[in-house]
C-alpha cells in the first residue's frame, strides 16, 4: 500500500496515471466559487495545462457534462457513475485506502508552530 504526499492545502498529489487526479479536478470544480483552471490547479497541485485534458476524460469517460463558460468551469450533469459525496473526499483522502502524508514543507511549518 502505498503513501501519497498531500499538498498545502491537503489535496493528495496523485502519480500521473492515476484516477485520483481526474477526482481531485472534479471535486476542485465542484467546491471552488469559480473554478477556472488556474484556480483548480492552485487547489489541487496539478498543471493549469492538464485541466482541460482531465474535464474531457471525466465526460467521455465517466459520463459527466463540464462545460466550460468563458474561463468557468461548471458541473451540469454528474452522469450515472460517479457520487458527488464520494468524488468529494478526493480533495481529502487517497482513494487506495492509504493515509496521505506530509510534504516536507508541512512538516516544517507544524514543527515551527
Same mark, same amino acid.
Given at each position: 500500500?502505498?503513501?501519497?504526499?498531500?499538498?498545502?492545502?491537503?489535496?493528495?498529489?496523485?502519480?500521473?496515471?492515476? @484516477?485520483?487526479?481526474?477526482?481531485?479536478?472534479?471535486?476542485?470544480?465542484?467546491?471552488?466559487?469559480? @473554478?477556472?483552471?488556474?484556480?483548480?490547479?492552485?487547489?489541487?497541485?496539478l498543471? /493549469?495545462? /492538464?485541466?482541460?485534458?482531465?474535464?474531457?476524460?471525466?465526460?467521455?469517460?465517466?459520463?459527466?457534462?463540464?462545460? /466550460?463558460?468563458?474561463?468557468?468551469?461548471?458541473?451540469?450533469?454528474?452522469?450515472?457513475?460517479?457520487?458527488?459525496?464520494?468524488?468529494? /473526499? @478526493?480533495?481529502?483522502?487517497?482513494?487506495?485506502?492509504?493515509?496521505?502524508t506530509?510534504?516536507?514543507?508541512?512538516?516544517?511549518?507544524?514543527?515551527?508552530?
Amino acid at each position: 500500500m502505498s503513501e501519497y504526499e498531500v499538498n498545502e492545502h491537503g489535496v493528495p498529489q496523485y502519480p500521473k496515471g492515476h @484516477a485520483g487526479r481526474l477526482f481531485v479536478t472534479l471535486a476542485a470544480i465542484d467546491r471552488l466559487e469559480r @473554478a477556472t483552471a488556474t484556480s483548480v490547479a492552485a487547489l489541487t497541485g496539478l498543471s /493549469k495545462g /492538464k485541466i482541460d485534458d482531465y474535464v474531457r476524460v471525466l465526460n467521455v469517460e465517466f459520463g459527466t457534462r463540464i462545460v /466550460k463558460q468563458g474561463p468557468e468551469f461548471r458541473i451540469e450533469s454528474w452522469g450515472e457513475v460517479l457520487k458527488r459525496a464520494g468524488v468529494r /473526499k @478526493a480533495l481529502q483522502a487517497s482513494f487506495d485506502g492509504a493515509r496521505p502524508t506530509l510534504t516536507q514543507a508541512q512538516n516544517d511549518r507544524q514543527e515551527s508552530s
